[in-house]
């Protein structure tokens, strides 16, 4: 397989680290099978990508509105056109099912035709002066946007982030999870072949040092980021007040399942949002909620379900769950199923490394899970409370629906939650209860529309600005001014 030499884009410029380090990405289906070697980025690379976007940032301001949508029209078609490269290169680099990378990389180029309408909307208001003049408002771009982004979605977060900076007339400076580095790099690929000004892009690789580095410098008007609650933390203490910091961050995400629910229906929803991905999405589902009166059905049933799935290497047919992302997650899961146990949660199935008999190649040494199904868990257990990001899922027992909230609600995160329920009127309580900024009824956690504002509550967000969607999205990416004018 090709090993990929990977390079930062600074200044107009690819380039290595000045120091020449790099580090490894492997595939971790098989970590013995490198997929590339990137630069490892200090705090001058970063400065110097910053240097780079201040220098180009006033021409892309200037850009028309066209131009701006035009760029992000023909990235999106570069991506297009290198779909099923782009979707073996995702299974290698993040481990993903064949089936997974091609939602994403078919999604993606939609994302950017999504921002490029919005270089045509952005607009300001006019209102009377008591003079007879007027008084009107302009949007105007913040000037250099940094965007640190994760690795569980490595072309859909970082597209959301840089669609939407690049239609407002932004230069972005972009640092990547180094799980993913070789995605982040097919992304700048694709906007620099569309037509970005070179100097309004920067890629710096590397790890969480870089991404301290951006966040930090007092030049970047704005930092989006998505990524653990801790990381989040750091990046906005080093934000500060004086510039726009916007989080997305972790979350505990329950399904609440009535009495009166389709338990099949209900365990299909939990199944999909607990070991989609290998359960490594932020709205994953991780904590069941169940009625007393189906508990014990729904969890044969979800149990039959994970048992069920196919482990293995995601290129290979008929494999539904891929490999963990790295080492670190699978050290994660596993020890967070330890923890289960010692609390005295009772592990029903999963929560092991597989045999090795199954039909994915690589289970000796992958970064491989069982999907996980607790039950009895205490609203007190670590299991019930922390977010483990990994195909585990807790089951906990309600008497009715104000049981069920108050467990739903029991954590510090509130980033999504649903709901299985023929009752309509007890789904639209459990909305207005809900303290999570995405309500699901009868549909898995997981699966946004782009079309939608998303974000959380409590620890999951800073709450100020909604991605993918609405008015406060463009606003993050531009400032307002006010303009007095009175007749002569």
């Not at 904590?287 to 009166?293: K, P």
């Not at 699978?330 to 592990?347: D, M, N, P, S, T």
Request: glycine residues 12%; hydrophobic residues 40%; contains cysteine.
């Amino acid at each position: 397989m090709t090993v990929h030499e990977g390079l930062n884009f600074v200044g107009g410029e690819w380039a290595p680290s000045s120091s020449g380090a790099t580090f490894r990405r492997c595939n971790p289906a098989r970590p013995g099978e490198i997929v590339g070697e990137f630069p490892e980025s200090s705090a001058g690379d970063v400065a110097a990508a910053v240097s780079g976007a201040v220098e180009g940032a006033a021409a892309w301001a200037a850009a028309p509105a066209d131009q701006r949508a035009d760029v992000l029209e023909a990235a999106a078609r570069w991506l297009e056109e290198r779909a099923g490269d782009l979707v073996v290169e995702m299974v290698r680099e993040e481990g993903k099912t064949r089936a997974e990378a091609a939602i994403e990389v078919a999604r993606t180029p939609r994302n950017l035709r999504f921002h490029a309408a919005e270089a045509h909307r952005i607009e300001g208001r006019s209102y009377p002066a008591a003079d007879g003049g007027i008084v009107y408002t302009r949007r105007e771009p913040v000037g250099v946007v940094g965007a640190i982004t994760p690795w569980n979605f490595p072309l859909n977060i970082p597209s959301r982030k840089i669609g939407p900076a690049l239609a407002a007339g932004n230069a972005v400076v972009f640092k990547p999870s180094p799980v993913t580095p070789l995605l982040a790099q097919r992304l700048v690929e694709a906007l620099l072949a569309g037509g970005l000004p070179p100097l309004a892009v920067a890629l710096v690789h590397g790890g969480a040092g870089a991404g301290a580095a951006l966040a930090a410098d007092e030049r970047v008007g704005a930092v989006t980021f998505t990524g653990s609650t801790a990381a989040g933390r750091a990046v906005h203490r080093a934000v500060g007040p004086s510039r726009r910091c916007q989080l997305e961050m972790g979350g505990k995400n329950p399904v609440v399942v009535l009495d009166d629910a389709d338990l099949e229906r209900a365990a299909q929803i939990i199944v999909k949002g607990a070991f989609g991905l290998s359960g490594q999405a932020c709205t994953g589902t991780s904590r069941v909620v169940a009625h007393e009166a189906v508990h014990d059905e729904l969890l044969d049933r979800v149990v039959r379900a994970a048992e069920a799935r196919v482990v293995g290497d995601g290129l290979r047919e008929g494999v539904d769950m891929g490999p963990l992302a790295a080492d670190f997650q699978l050290e994660k899961v596993l020890r967070y199923v330890r923890i289960g146990e010692e609390e005295g949660a009772e592990l029903v199935t999963g929560g092991r490394r597989p045999d090795g008999d199954g039909p994915g190649d690589g289970h000796a040494d992958g970064y491989f899970v069982r999907p996980a199904v607790f039950r009895d868990v205490a609203p007190e257990m670590r299991i019930a409370r922390e977010e483990i990001f990994g195909p585990v899922v807790a089951f906990q027992r309600a008497d009715g629906l104000d049981a069920a909230v108050e467990l739903a609600n029991g954590t510090e995160y509130g980033l999504s939650a649903g709901i299985v329920t023929r009752d309509l009127d007890r789904a639209l309580e459990f909305a207005r209860r809900s303290e999570s900024g995405l309500v699901k009824v009868n549909q898995p956690t997981s699966g946004m529309a782009m079309t939608v504002p998303f974000g959380g509550l409590k620890e999951s967000s800073t709450q100020t600005f909604k991605e993918q969607a609405g008015p406060s999205m463009m606003l993050f990416y531009t400032r307002e001014k006010s303009v007095y004018i009175s007749p002569r």
